[in-house]
């Protein structure tokens, strides 16, 4: 083609693409951004009003953990609570930070969890704004991000607060952080280029890429392996058919193994057992209306799971359990429903917009439109009632 | 790099003249990065919002092409972020120019390219999206596609040369 023939075409796309961008997009009211911007400043600093739960006289246990109070309640007696108003909740206050304070020496503990808790995490003021991405089953290690775009991540453990910032990485730009199971490294990700930080040490190790591979969307899948679905997120948002793999690392040894393929993979989802459910965007618009959850077993077999757009309309929320077994999704009018293979029966669990399963697939994390957080168990039954985020799940062994 | 770390306290200081003048410089290819990125209105308007937040926080302090360069990748990021949130996405189309319920187009001639575009992959729609409608270069593409500098290029030249073909044989 002649240069001047791409100039008129140049011309054309130009004369198109303006007009309908110019209809489309509204310039941001700059005053009003940096009003309301200064008044969020103003509310930051001031003295963060505690909204740590109340701890019932039914709290049973009580464990100090290297400068972290852990309060358990006692909350049995929860199937066929009366009132979702606030239990007497759980709650976990980690000391005020100083990040002058030395950090202390962290090495995770054997913990065997025997079931978990939902509790309330009073943060400090510096990252009370944040969400809590993860913590430690021991409640010692608590991983924070920053919304709404994830741009930072911090570690709170015991008075120390970490600001995760791997080597070379700008800041402010958006950062997957997540916590592996014992609390022991943090798996950060972003554009495609991973990292493991070591919680004792405080060191950064890149983690390679799947062979040949310009990255993906990282999932720790236990203590010792981390799970890569590639060529999934970027063609997913760009649309058009692709393979995407599943690729397992192991984490001591760096070696990869590819677990499976499927087009079109739009998310991935550690399983326990060291498989993998694989969330895979058939419609052809890419318009999330044709999702199937595929079980990727550790020989590699799979199977599907469960169709959920012959189903359902798209989801609002959605999180899929570490059995593998377990999908939990939020549909039209905010209710939250479960489905399960080992019976086959999709159930109503309550209202509310679905957060996550606890490790043991056993309760469900439910955000509720009054802003209670609330477990509920799979028949729906509410067990924990919390006054709202953040919460994350603890061990009791 | 310096990054300016704000404290509250800062923040009560910091010059919000100086902030403006970014806003002022950067938000309306911003607004267009994004919603050639989704389609969507209200992604754009969100992700466009979040993008300033974490520019008002924490703004490196870069040098002028650098900050454009950062600020394009985290409204990319931002805007990626929201549609693997689960909500709809509405890859651009060219709406005034395809066959919709009022049967008017604007400019006649473009209506054949209009219908072209449409009909091309998401991915390229983008690409030319950026390219001709927000007007990067294939360096600041490069990053927000997931492609080589080089690579947007010639991909940018393929897709032109497939309109031209499909406009010549609807001719």
């Keep these: 083609m002649k240069a001047d023939e791409n100039s008129d075409i140049e011309r054309q796309l130009r004369d198109l693409l303006h007009a309908d961008l110019h209809r489309s997009v509204v310039a941001t009211d700059v005053d009003a951004l940096i009003a309301q911007l200064s008044r969020h400043d103003a509310r930051k600093g001031h003295a963060r009003t505690s909204v740590l739960a109340a701890v019932g006289a039914t709290t049973v246990l009580a464990a100090v953990l290297t400068g972290v109070s852990l309060n358990l309640a006692h909350i049995g007696d929860h199937a066929g609570l ?88 700008t800041e402010g730009a958006p950062i997957s952080a997540q916590l592996s199971p014992d609390g022991g490294f943090v798996l950060l990700s972003e554009l495609g280029l991973a990292w493991r930080y070591e919680v004792s040490s405080m060191a950064y190790t890149q983690l390679p890429n799947p062979p040949g591979m310009p990255g993906g969307q990282w999932m720790i899948q236990d203590s010792n392996h981390a799970l890569v679905l590639t060529g999934s997120v970027a063609s997913h948002e760009f649309g058009g058919i692709t393979d995407t793999q599943v690729w397992r690392l192991d984490l001591e040894t760096l070696a990869y193994s590819e677990l499976g393929a499927r087009h079109d993979g739009v998310g991935l989802y550690p399983v326990a057992d060291g498989g993998a459910v694989i969330l895979v965007d058939n419609s052809s618009q890419h318009d999330n209306t044709g999702w199937i959850f595929d079980r990727i077993l550790p020989d590699g077999s799979d199977h599907l799971l469960y169709d959920y757009g012959a189903n359902y309309p798209p989801p609002s929320g959605w999180a899929v359990a570490l059995d593998g077994q377990s999908i939990a999704f939020t549909v039209g009018g905010g209710k939250t429903l479960l489905f399960d293979e080992s019976s086959g029966d999709v159930h109503q669990l309550g209202d509310g917009g679905v957060l996550d399963f606890s490790p043991d697939s056993v309760l469900v994390r439910l955000l509720r439109q009054d802003g209670m957080v609330v477990a509920v168990d799979r028949s729906g039954a509410i067990v924990t009632s919390l006054s709202g985020p953040p919460s994350g799940w603890i061990g009791v062994e | 790099m310096e990054v300016l770390e704000r404290t509250p306290a800062d923040s009560r200081n910091r010059d919000s003249v100086e902030f403006a003048r970014i806003v002022r410089e950067h938000d309306a290819d911003l607004q267009r990065v994004a919603y050639v990125i989704s389609g969507d209105a209200d992604i754009t308007r969100d992700a466009v919002q979040a993008t300033w937040e974490i520019a008002w926080r924490r703004m490196p302090d870069f040098d002028a092409s650098a900050r454009r360069a950062w600020l394009l990748t985290v409204v990319a990021n931002a805007t990626k972020r929201e549609l693997r949130r ?86």
Excluded: C, M
């Excluded at chain 1, 030395?102 to 990252?127: C, G, K, M, Y």
């Excluded at chain 2, 072209?116 to 360096?139: C, H, K, N, P, W």
């Design chain 1, 82 to 169: 009366p009132s979702p108003s606030e239990s007497p909740a759980s709650s976990f206050s980690p000391a005020s930070p100083s990040t002058a304070t030395p950090s202390p020496s962290v090495n995770p503990t054997p913990f065997q969890p025997t079931s978990w808790r939902l509790v309330h995490i009073d943060l400090p003021a510096e990252v009370a704004a944040h969400q809590v991405a993860g913590v430690s089953p021991d409640g010692r290690v608590v991983l924070v991000v920053e919304l709404p775009a994830l741009s930072s991540a911090h570690l709170l453990i015991a008075a120390d607060l970490r600001n995760l910032l791997v080597p070379g990485h």
């Design chain 2, 86 to 171: 689960g909500r709809l996405r509405r890859i651009l189309q060219v709406r005034s120019y395809r066959e919709g319920s009022h049967g008017q187009v604007d400019r006649p001639e473009l209506l054949d390219l209009g219908r072209a575009y449409s009909q091309l992959a998401s991915r390229d729609r983008q690409i030319l999206g950026l390219r001709f409608g927000v007007g990067l270069t294939s360096e600041e593409i490069s990053p927000l596609v997931g492609l080589s500098a080089s690579g947007v290029r010639v991909r940018t030249a393929r897709l032109l040369s497939r309109l031209k073909k499909e406009l010549s044989d609807e001719g």
